[in-house]
């Protein structure tokens, strides 16, 4: 890809022109106008020499793709950063290579006040169980060390850091020798990143959206919260993403609101939303998420953490004061509660502004049918991960141990929720699952249950203009003139149509069907590689040596 060397400036004009641009307003487009950060033209190329010699900047797209830039709706921005800057254990593949990552990082990290690792699955080390604390202490040497889960919804400790925290052997989620969840679990979390310097956190936040950039990922979600980060750490994220080229970002505060007043603090901390993570469960792999019948390898059901009558409180007063709300709910009891409680909200404050409201809930895996219609009649945008079903789904993964085969294959139905007229936004809860925008679509084009199955184009909808629905814009996420000009260019390999049927594949790449292509997502295809990000006409992002 070459371009002409005309100085940066944020209301140039741009046109770009010898590539595939990805756009509804013309399936066979090879050009595109860009110009006071909107797209002002797309077309062929021989309409684009009547462009070339009025703009300010031509770029030369030597055969490359151009599609919006993806929207990522479910992001931890800090820790993400954190993850990427410090201790990860998500490749560790069992618990003596844990804890030997572990003493290597300890002993590289004397300044650190606080140890911060990432990522460990028990569910795949052939231990099947985390490090107690008697190792994780040893392999500490007396140092203060928080490592959470890869759900981030339990924790191991060392001793030194429980011993920052007053009172937690008599907190909820506290086990002497089990990983802390619920209240234990928060108050450590929030011991452990009160050590983390303004410095440190602000170069985490870079390093994340920096990432994402070099990802084609435009726009973020951060879903922030009490139980999850500070309200200093979410205002700095918002300061810092507005006042440097990046990545938008949009900011969920997970706080219950009451009244008016409630809903003003949300605002004055700069939230689109008190919604993202506002816990109503936890998470499969800690076995805390809220299900009707019992673990199939624990005699729990998980834990509760609101009430219908709390839910419907929360989506009633956020209606009523024109926010968005939204729940954190993956288990079947979370979700059957979550439709009661907006359900209960809609008889209050009318079904209309209920729906108009685009209330969202986080996760949203152990659908049923009933709980799909619900979806749909309330008009609520399921944020999804496909990627979890890539990491803990099939006939052998963590779903299939917590929850038996049969209850298992019924997780994240994508297709049912499409057919039913479900709005999707597609995140990847990272660092909980890595950012991979490519990566997710594959995960829910190639779901390991075949009903589940979605086809490319209706993946990389929900990934790209998904996440601007979902913050209430039905302007953006896609190439057409007045859209704001957030897009990527991808290096890859001839376009095609990908569907799950795959007689419907074969047809669809017909020229004659008129269906713009998109990368080849199968299992195995190398995916496409990020050549440039730009978001509101401005470049955040150039690949090397490009």
Known sequence: MTESTAPQS?????????????????????????????????????AADAFAGGVDEVIDLDGALVTPAFTDAHVHTTSTGLALTGLDLSGA??????????????????????????????????????????????????????????????????????????????????????????????????????????????AAQRAALDRAASLGIGTVHEC??????????????????????GPRVFGYWAEQVADEKDARRIRELGAVGAAGDLFVDGSLGSHTACLHEPYADAPLTGTAHLDAAQIAAHVAACTEAGLQAGFHAIGDAALSAVVEGVRAAAEKVGLSRVRAARHRIEHAEMLTPETVAAFAELGLTASVQPAFDAAWGGEEGMYAQRLGAGRARTL?????????????????????????????????????????????????TAHTRGGWRAVGRDDAGTL??????????????????????????????????????LPDLSPGAALPVCLRTVVFGQTVYVRPNE
């Open 10 to 46: 944020e209301h140039r004009t741009v046109l770009l022109r010898g590539g595939d641009v990805h756009s509804p307003a013309d399936p066979f487009a090879t050009a595109m106008v860009v110009e006071r950060g909107h797209v002002a033209w797309v077309g062929s190329e021989g």
């Open 93 to 202: 593949r069992s618990l003596d290579e844990a804890l030997a990552l572990v003493r290597t990082y300890v002993a590289a990290h004397p300044a650190e006040r606080v140890v911060l690792g990432h990522g460990w699955d028990a569910t795949r080390w052939p231990q099947g169980r985390p490090p107690s604390r008697a190792e994780l202490d040893a392999a500490a040497g007396g140092r203060a060390v928080y490592l959470p889960r890869i759900d981030v919804h339990s924790a191991v400790a060392s001793t030194a850091l429980l011993d920052l925290v007053p009172a937690i052997a008599s907190m909820a989620g506290y086990h002497p020798e089990a990983p802390l969840t619920a209240a234990a679990h928060h108050a450590v979390r929030a011991a452990a990143h009160g050590a983390v310097s303004p410095l440190q956190r602000a």
């Open 224 to 245: 922030g919260g009490p139980d999850i980060s500070d309200e200093e750490d979410f205002t700095a994220l918002l300061k810092l993403a507005a006042g440097q080229p």
């Open 412 to 460: 994240n139905p994508y297709a049912a929720l499409l057919r039913a007229g479900v709005p999707l936004a597609f995140g990847s809860d990272s660092p909980v699952t890595p950012l991979d925008p490519w990566g997710t679509v594959r995960a829910a084009a190639f779901h390991r249950t075949l009903e589940h199955r979605i086809s490319v184009r209706a993946g990389f």
């Open 480 to 517: 057409v003139p007045g859209a704001p000009a957030d897009y990527a260019v991808w290096r890859t390999e001839d376009l095609v149509v990908q569907a799950p049927d795959d007689r419907v594949a074969r047809w669809s790449t017909d020229p004659r069907s008129g269906t713009p292509g």
